[in-house]
């Protein structure tokens, strides 16, 4: 059921590629809130998802852009704009993505021009699309940008790999911009710690089916779901939390504040015998 709460807002949306993303959610559930927004991929990622299906469904514009790319993040805004009759409201970037990881490089035999890519693209690419925005002047009073995070950022997690160092400058980044689009522009800047999750992007990271079920015997709620993440992304673009920012939100069921919980407990004493020699 609606609750209008994105009623008349105007919104810019980075990294839906297919149902599966949490980006999709949002733009699904912001839709139903009575938003109008701008969908933005990669021309490469456009091609392999199908953000054309969700642009029909839910009214929006698509325009591709790297966002890597200055100048095309400079053109997306400026076409985003003009297509949706004014400034941005809200803005989304769920954008991450490790070649190391994805080339099966553990965290002790990086290739580090991969590593300038991690970074390029998990993070740095928030601020770019931070700073394009400021100097356009995009964003309105009391608009809100939101990246997604990972409790990596904080604690050392087996094959997260260099999509930790990314998640701890993207985090990084939200406070030092949050703090000038604050004070200057009343606008706010977040990052949220979600659950993980089964996306295109997390389902590479290495053991991450064993991840997940540890996460979830771990949290006293359970897991977040992508849906319920983009529950929380519309609460957060929404004027009922005005006044958050600077802020790394955990959406994790409580994970991140858990030690042991009784169901991770008996399963590590039902394995404790056969894995006493792992590292």
Same mark, same amino acid.
């Given at each position: &059921?609606?609750?209008?709460? =994105?009623?008349?807002?105007?919104?810019? +949306? *980075?990294?839906?590629?297919?149902?599966?993303? +949490?980006?999709?959610?949002?733009?699904?559930?912001?839709?139903?809130?009575?938003?109008?927004?701008? =969908?933005?991929?990669?021309?490469?990622?456009?091609? &392999?998802?199908?953000?054309?299906?969700?642009? $029909?469904?839910?009214?929006? *514009?698509?325009?591709?852009?790297?966002?890597?790319?200055?100048?095309?993040?400079?053109?997306?805004?400026?076409?985003?704009?003009?297509?949706?009759?004014?400034?941005?409201?809200?803005?989304?970037?769920? +954008?991450?993505?490790?070649?190391?990881?994805?080339?099966?490089?553990?965290?002790?035999?990086?290739?580090?021009?991969?590593?300038?890519?991690?970074?390029?693209?998990? $993070?740095?690419?928030?601020?770019?699309?931070?700073? @394009?925005?400021?100097?356009?002047?995009?964003?309105?009073?009391?608009?809100?940008? =939101?990246?997604?995070?990972?409790?990596?950022?904080?604690?050392?997690?087996?094959?997260?790999?260099?999509?930790?160092?990314?998640?701890?400058?993207?985090?990084?980044?939200?406070?030092?911009?949050?703090?000038?689009?604050?004070?200057?522009?009343?606008?706010?800047?977040?990052?949220?710690?979600?659950?993980?999750?089964?996306?295109?992007?997390?389902?590479? @990271?290495?053991?991450?089916?064993?991840?997940?079920?540890?996460?979830?015997?771990?949290?006293?709620?359970?897991?977040?779901?992508?849906?319920?993440?983009?529950?929380?992304?519309?609460? &957060?673009?929404?004027?009922?939390?005005?006044?958050?920012?600077?802020?790394?939100?955990?959406?994790?069921?409580?994970?991140?504040?858990?030690?042991?919980?009784?169901?991770?407990?008996?399963?590590?004493?039902?394995?404790?015998?056969?894995?006493?020699?792992?590292?």
């Amino acid at each position: &059921m609606s609750h209008n709460l =994105l009623k008349g807002k105007r919104g810019l +949306i *980075f990294g839906a590629l297919n149902e599966s993303s +949490i980006a999709w959610k949002v733009a699904e559930l912001a839709h139903e809130e009575g938003a109008t927004f701008v =969908l933005t991929n990669t021309p490469v990622a456009m091609r &392999m998802g199908t953000i054309d299906e969700l642009a $029909a469904r839910t009214g929006s *514009f698509v325009i591709p852009a790297d966002a890597t790319n200055v100048a095309d993040l400079e053109r997306l805004v400026k076409e985003g704009m003009e297509k949706l009759g004014g400034k941005f409201d809200f803005v989304l970037h769920s +954008i991450g993505m490790s070649p190391n990881v994805r080339k099966g490089r553990t965290y002790d035999d990086l290739d580090y021009d991969y590593l300038d890519k991690t970074l390029d693209i998990s $993070a740095i690419s928030f601020h770019k699309i931070l700073q @394009v925005c400021w100097k356009l002047d995009a964003i309105n009073e009391w608009g809100s940008v =939101l990246a997604l995070s990972y409790i990596a950022a904080q604690r050392t997690l087996y094959g997260y790999n260099d999509m930790a160092d990314a998640k701890a400058l993207l985090e990084s980044i939200a406070r030092s911009f949050g703090y000038i689009y604050g004070r200057e522009r009343q606008v706010r800047i977040n990052t949220i710690s979600q659950s993980p999750t089964m996306t295109t992007a997390g389902s590479g @990271v290495m053991g991450f089916d064993a991840l997940l079920d540890f996460a979830d015997r771990m949290s006293p709620l359970g897991n977040a779901s992508a849906d319920e993440c983009a529950s929380f992304c519309v609460t &957060m673009f929404s004027d009922l939390t005005r006044k958050i920012t600077m802020q790394n939100l955990f959406h994790d069921g409580g994970f991140s504040n858990m030690g042991m919980s009784n169901r991770a407990m008996a399963v590590y004493n039902k394995n404790l015998e056969e894995c006493k020699d792992c590292k």
